[in-house]
């Protein structure tokens, strides 16, 4: 199938590991040019390399704190010089520290909000303008299946992720008249180093152990394992794509039917 994506431009997010960097492995192969960003410039430069490796388009990297508008600014600014506009944006960050309520006070609440949030809200301020004068673009924001069946001890992720799924769903209808659709993807329990930091802390007080962890989620999953990274970004790509014209202000769960909701 032809996604429709040779040339488009694409800033994704959180691109050095990870669900971002299978997200932007997969719309290299695609023919999209992009900007990666992540904080780590060592492994975001690695990462660059091995997607630029197999890419049909030009792949530029940005070292950025996206919790700073510096760093906003200049993922934005590098993409026009690059490239001179931006077709996709795929929001993405590292998901907030795990623990029950009483464990955050208001720094850590204050962290997450302009980690989780307000870099969603700061990247489609920028890129927004010019996609709806072009008449098209694709605005992706990775959240968490959380947002529909919340996860115990991760009530930063819980509570902040629905914040963006009402931005989302909020600028899906402003955008839509002008071409540009507005999704969420939902990742379920996937294989990413993120993964591996959840299972050590629920293993941290020594009850079960890491491998018990893991079968728990696998067990909990109607196909009988998590994830994996490609899986997703496969996703990512269809819905940033030419054939995913009439998806907007959704929330699609890429979870392998483990949250038990029914809409």
């Known amino acids: 199938m032809d996604l429709g994506l040779k040339g488009k431009v694409a800033i994704v997010a959180a691109s050095s590991r990870g669900l971002g960097r299978a997200v932007a492995e997969e719309l290299a192969r695609e023919g999209c040019h992009l900007v990666m960003c992540a904080r780590s410039e060592g492994p975001l430069r690695e990462a660059r ?31 026009e010089q690059e490239h001179g506009r931006v077709d996709i944006l795929l929001t993405n960050t590292g998901g907030p520290p795990p623990g029950p309520f009483e464990a955050h006070d208001d720094a850590a609440w204050e962290k997450a909000v302009r980690q989780n949030l307000f870099s969603v809200i700061r990247l489609i301020r920028g890129v927004l303008p010019g996609m709806k004068e072009r008449g098209w673009g694709r605005i992706l924001n990775v959240t968490s299946i959380a947002v529909k069946e919340p996860v115990d001890g991760l009530v930063l992720s819980n509570s902040i992720r629905a914040g963006v799924t009402g931005l989302a769903r909020t600028l899906a209808n402003e ?49 009988r394992r998590v994830g994996e990274p490609r899986e997703f970004a496969a996703v990512a790509a269809f819905l940033a794509s030419e054939r995913a014209s009439f998806v907007t202000g959704q929330s699609i769960a890429v979870d392998g039917g483990r949250a038990g909701y029914l809409l």
């Open 49 to 79: 390399d091995a997607v630029a490796a197999g890419a049909e388009g030009r792949v530029v990297a940005v070292p950025a704190d996206l919790t700073e508008q510096a760093g906003i600014d200049a993922v934005l600014e590098t993409a």
């Open 175 to 223: 955008a839509g008249p002008h071409g540009v659709t507005v999704n969420n993807l939902m990742p379920g329990y996937t294989r990413t180093e993120r993964l591996d930091e959840l299972a050590a802390k629920r293993a941290s007080g020594g009850d079960v152990s890491e491998e018990e962890v893991f079968r728990s989620w696998e067990e909990g999953t109607p196909l």
